[in-house]
């Protein structure tokens, strides 16, 4: 009496492809669904800059008269976001998650897939008539 128990090579080739092709399909959504996630993440944490910004520019024209933007736009916020360094090198960012204000008046983040995007900022016109609050440009991502 033969005893048949276990696999054929064959079952286990099949087995194989098929979680092969499983793989192939999970891992680009995987990938979409994390760099996904980190631009909202990104989103977020600039929608905050940009709330501190127009919190500040009223305290300030309360207080002074004139509607003004700090210089370094994380300085309006109540609590920096997560990986924040008070940096204004241009080394730029260097660790994942890590979030800067450069010397250049970018706004620089880096994902954990070490690509870096950036965000202008420009405190506006201080002085004189034409004294203005600034801009926040939009997200562009570093060479």
Known sequence: MKNNKGFTLIELIMVTI???ILAAVAIPRYTTTITTAEAAAEDAVISSIKAGLDNYAKEQLMAG???TWPD???DALAKKPEGYTTSRSNDDVDTDGEW???EFNQIVHQRNDNSRFYWQYD????DGD???V???GERQQMN
């Open 65 to 67: 008269g004139r509607a």
């Open 123 to 126: 405190k506006g016109t201080q």
């Open 72 to 74: 370094n736009p994380f």
């Open 100 to 102: 800067i204000f450069n």
């Open 134 to 136: 600034g801009s926040l």
């Open 130 to 132: 034409g004294a203005a």
């Open 18 to 20: 098929i979680l092969g």
